[in-house]
């Protein structure tokens, strides 16, 4: 029996009652079975059990581990609302928090490894876009974080905010602030995968390869020069300004290999006035080292006079003169032997020039025609004859730049 009571006092069982039975044959409460011998303990009521969990290496109660979150809480509770205001974060100015993260965002560079031009760039550029939503975010939830909330703090300092902010004022700021930092997170996380996608539909030109780009007003017929004298294949509708970004195309003549832009069409404007695209032509004639095709018609299927294509060429020409240059006449087929006159044209103008322009366009323009391929051949050698001499003008002013490449 002493061994039975030993065993439960080693399960820390409450005090429960326990039958034996009296033998006939030993002295003593056994139960004889056959050859057998064997105590016998009958449980009238039921066993407690308790969970535990591994706390510091050591087995808890779970009720205890609760007992003990619940009483760290409240004093992490306590400590909260004892001088809530001292423990106050430093409030930086919006201004402040934009420059700061456009500082950090400007120092990231691109992963290592990265060979490819286009891809380092967009790379670079999405952990830029990353880096500033971060920047911009981080102080945000700080604020939210560490101003307490106001059923915390103490009953002296919560109506010290409702007196001086007003009733409900405090969690309409903060509720603010929290939304603005999950805006910030959510639109930069949107542009970033906007400006992936852009980024990728942007045409990688080779600086050092010879360009020629198209340029003329809307709907003259620039894309389906395009098609013809390169491996770009742009959009060709009978409508302006159906181009609507700059489109790449390729030229293999004589195992030489050269670069082909359409362009979107320019307007008669001032700059100032030009939209998105016509600016995006112009950028491209100022910032990359190009060889210009302009392309006139004549015909008045494009929608403008041309008066107004000569008044547009006239300022290009003179904005760009250190170009390369190569006029073409197209839709050759569709002119008559009058030129074609418009309402909006002065006829009487004697600028003889203009009047030479509407009858034969610049000097030395080349006639083509896409559907009877009239001067295509011709265009074509002009073409390379171009190119070949922009790779030479490339290769002049790489060696003045670098002079040590001579050696």
Request: charged fraction near 25%.
């Amino acid at each position: 029996m002493n061994g039975v009571y030993g065993l439960l006092q080693q399960w820390q069982l409450p005090s429960s009652k326990f039958l034996l039975r009296n033998s006939k044959h030993l002295p003593g409460k056994y139960l004889l079975h056959r050859t057998r011998v064997y105590p016998m303990v009958c449980f009238c009521k039921s066993m407690q059990t308790n969970t535990y969990e591994v706390v510091k290496g050591s087995y808890l109660p779970t009720t205890q581990t609760e007992q003990n979150t619940k009483s760290k809480d409240k004093v992490s509770i306590k400590n909260e609302n004892v001088g809530a205001f001292q423990k106050l974060p430093m409030v930086m100015p919006s201004v402040d928090i934009l420059y700061s993260a456009l500082r950090k965002a400007k120092r990231i560079s691109p992963t290592k490894g990265i060979a490819n031009v286009a891809k380092r760039e967009r790379n670079k550029g999405a952990k830029q876009l990353d880096a500033l939503m971060k920047e911009l975010a981080a102080p945000l939830k700080v604020y939210v974080d560490n101003f307490p909330k106001k059923k915390y703090l103490h009953p002296y300092e919560r109506s010290l905010v409702e007196l001086t902010l007003g009733d409900g004022n405090y969690e309409e700021v903060l509720m603010k602030v929290d939304t603005l930092r999950k805006k910030v997170t959510s639109v930069g996380k949107e542009h970033a995968s906007l400006c992936a996608k852009t980024l990728r539909a942007m045409p990688v030109i080779d600086l050092e390869t010879p360009t020629l780009c198209l340029v003329g007003a809307p709907n003259v017929g620039k894309s389906s020069l395009v098609r013809i004298l390169s491996t770009g294949k742009p959009e060709v509708c009978n409508y302006p300004f159906t181009t609507r970004g700059i489109l790449m195309g390729h030229i293999a003549l004589n195992f030489q290999h050269f670069q082909v832009t359409d362009t979107p069409g320019l307007l008669r404007r001032h700059d100032e006035d030009r939209n998105n695209l016509e600016k995006l032509t112009l950028a491209v004639l100022s910032h990359l080292p190009t060889a210009i095709l302009y392309v006139h018609d004549l015909t008045g299927e494009c929608g403008m006079s041309p008066s107004n294509q000569y008044l547009i060429y006239k300022e290009i020409k003179e904005r760009f003169n250190d170009h390369l240059w190569l006029d073409v006449i197209s839709k050759s087929d569709l002119l008559q032997e009058s030129p074609v006159v418009f309402v909006s044209e002065d006829t009487t103008a004697d600028d003889d020039e203009m009047v030479q322009y509407r009858k034969k366009g610049p000097d030395g323009a080349i006639h083509v025609s896409v559907k009877s391929e009239e001067g295509l051949n011709e265009l074509k050698q002009s073409v390379h004859k171009l190119l070949v001499a922009q790779m030479d003008k490339i290769k002049d002013e790489t060696n003045v730049t670098c002079p040590e490449s001579l050696t």
